[in-house]
């Protein structure tokens, strides 16, 4: 599925996927899914992330297959855990068996349902990293859910930030755009984070990373 040259040559030089990443991606396909996981060099990033701050708890909203989520539950400490959160039982159903074809599914809770949802039922828990990946008009309301979920020291990342630059002017009415150039000025003026944003998918995309500072 890598479809850049950059990432290719990023692949092939500091390590790609295995076989049990790759046959997850070829279930996901024969079933239909789209191919939106991360791509596997911003999957490591997430790896890095997860272990440089021994993150015991880590929250995912949105799930596709478990892509992400087999990277993420890698990079666990031992006694780590993984809530991930998915609208659809079918992706629920295909990253079910994606853990334990990796073998971690007793690190992994999956909630099906909408995420807002879900998000609410946790009131209460506290997370060491979030990763936002759901439906692009719903990251300004998953913000506040990270915020309220996190403590000082957290890890909250969010992917396609950029969206191919629409997020500079989105057109009124496009819901996605306007959701992640929302997200990104909450997240650049909310004094509780300091945030980073990288370059992915050869620069058409972006990744957020802001880590909470009180
Ligand atoms: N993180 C995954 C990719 C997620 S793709 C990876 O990198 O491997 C986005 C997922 O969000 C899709 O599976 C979609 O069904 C799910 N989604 C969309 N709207 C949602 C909602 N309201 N609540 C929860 N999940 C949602
Ligand atoms: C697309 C890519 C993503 O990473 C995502 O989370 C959702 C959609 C896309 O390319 O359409
Ligand atoms: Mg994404």
């Keep these: 599925m890598q479809e850049t040259t950059l990432s290719n040559y990023v ?34 990033l997430l790896q890095v992330l997860v272990m440089q701050s021994r993150a015991r708890r880590i929250l995912e909203i949105g799930t596709l297959f478990g892509y992400s989520t087999v990277l993420l539950a890698r990079a666990l400490q031992p006694e780590g855990r993984i809530t991930t959160l998915e609208l659809a039982p079918k992706h629920a159903e295909l990253a079910n068996s994606s853990f334990r074809r990796a073998g971690v599914e007793e690190r992994v809770e999956i909630v099906v349902g909408p995420a807002v949802e879900s998000l609410n039922l946790l009131a209460g828990q506290t997370f060491d990293f979030v990763f936002i990946d759901a439906d692009k008009a719903s ?39 306007e959701g992640l150039s929302e997200f990104n000025r909450n997240v650049a003026s909310n004094p509780r984070l300091l945030t980073a944003v990288i370059p992915t998918r050869d620069g058409r995309d972006g990744t957020s990373v802001s880590v909470v500072l009180r």
């Design 139 to 177: 990251y300004p309301a998953y913000l506040e859910h990270a915020l309220r979920l996190t403590h000082a020291g957290a890890t909250i990342v969010a992917d396609n930030v950029w969206r191919d630059g629409a997020v500079i002017s989105p057109a009124a009415g496009n819901a996605d755009n």
């Design 11 to 44: 692949q092939t030089l500091y390590g790609s996927e295995d076989d049990v990443l790759r046959a997850m991606r070829a279930e996901a396909e024969e079933n239909g899914l789209p191919a939106i996981q991360v791509p596997f060099e911003l999957g490591r």
